[in-house]
């Protein structure tokens, strides 16, 4: 038996201690907050292995911009999953435009070819145009259909970012972070069910 949605909002919905509070999430259980905890912390590792494994030498400023993006990639996947951010992001008075906006502001691939210009502009400039023209296309579908045409938007994308342009091993985790979280995890509107 499928449990109740629980689409409640706790506190304040508008201001700066309520943005602060609702950012990850409104009334996020114990639960919700350990495993994204723990995903933010697994995803830093996995960038970790990659630059391992490559064997690169990196500055100290290409490692804290390599982590911060790996935290926020890697724990965006999980709680923007989460029925707390679904209640948040997809309560009464969301917007379209409001997905759009938090997709635009996911600047991570620009970041990327910045901070490591062998990844390619042209890889960064495709994975970043191609996420938000994909969230474009699933706003702009009924909702029925948003979860199959982003779960589709997402796999084409992942297969072609890499043929537009190679990236280095150890910014290969990047691309499906960045495309699940946002595609599948931030835009698909879901019931938040009740814990």
């Not at 709680?79 to 948040?88: E, F, I, L, P, S």
């Amino acid at each position: 038996m499928r449990p109740p949605s629980d689409w409640n909002i706790e506190g304040a919905t508008s201001g700066v201690v309520a943005f602060m509070r609702n950012f990850s999430g409104n009334r996020r259980t114990q639960v919700e907050r350990r495993v994204a905890l723990a995903v933010s912390a697994a995803a830093p590792a996995v960038a970790l292995a990659a630059l391992l494994i490559e064997g690169r030498a990196l500055a100290t400023w290409q490692i804290i911009v390599l982590m911060v993006l790996a935290v926020d990639l890697g724990g965006g996947v999980f709680v923007n999953a989460t029925a707390a951010a679904k209640r948040w992001y997809h309560r009464a008075g969301a917007r379209d435009w409001h997905h759009l906006v938090f997709v635009l502001l996911h600047i991570h691939p620009l970041l990327i070819a910045w901070a490591f210009p062998e990844s390619g502009w042209m890889w960064a400039a495709f994975l970043y145009a191609a996420t938000v023209g994909s969230t474009v296309i699933v706003l702009a579908c009924p909702h029925y259909l948003r979860r199959p045409v982003a779960l589709t938007a997402a796999a084409f994308v992942l297969a072609i970012a890499p043929l537009v342009a190679s990236t280095p091993l150890l910014l290969a985790w990047i691309a499906p972070f960045y495309v699940v979280k946002l595609l599948v995890a931030h835009i698909v509107h879901e019931e938040p069910y009740a814990a």
